[in-house]
């Protein structure tokens, strides 16, 4: 039974069975969320990206890796497995920063 406040509503696709609860009306005491910013709106994006670089920088694959490096994607690959590319393994796949690549061919002789 759902709580109180909520309607439930039931949908089947493809024989599967999908259970939402939905705000059947507001309820008299609690408030409403604010509305989430838009991209429109450019408060809202100022906001997310500032959000998006205090936490990582984006990630390369394996062949924009090596396209910046200029070198064979597989060459690449089997650096990283060795660590003598600086790079993140994310399951099965090679993940690489820019800033870290080029930090690390910075410091390479010659």
């Known amino acids: 039974m ?3 406040g909520l309607a439930s509503e039931i949908t089947v696709e493809k024989e599967k069975r999908v259970h939402r609860l ?3 009306e ?3 005491g609690v408030p409403a969320k604010p509305p989430r910013p838009t991209e429109s709106s450019g408060e809202g ?3 997310l990206q500032l959000k998006s670089d205090n ?5 390369l694959d394996v062949l924009e890796a090596a396209t910046l490096l200029r070198m064979h994607p597989r060459t690449l690959r089997a650096k990283a497995r060795k660590r ?8 099965r796949r090679w993940r690489f920063r820019a800033s870290t690549l080029n930090s690390w061919l910075e410091r390479l002789p010659g």
């Open 55 to 59: 936490i990582f920088e984006p990630l």
């Open 84 to 91: 003598l590319v600086p790079a993140i393994q994310v399951g």
């Open 26 to 28: 507001p309820v008299k």
């Open 22 to 24: 939905v705000p059947a």
């Open 2 to 4: 759902p709580p109180v």
């Open 45 to 47: 994006r100022e906001l």
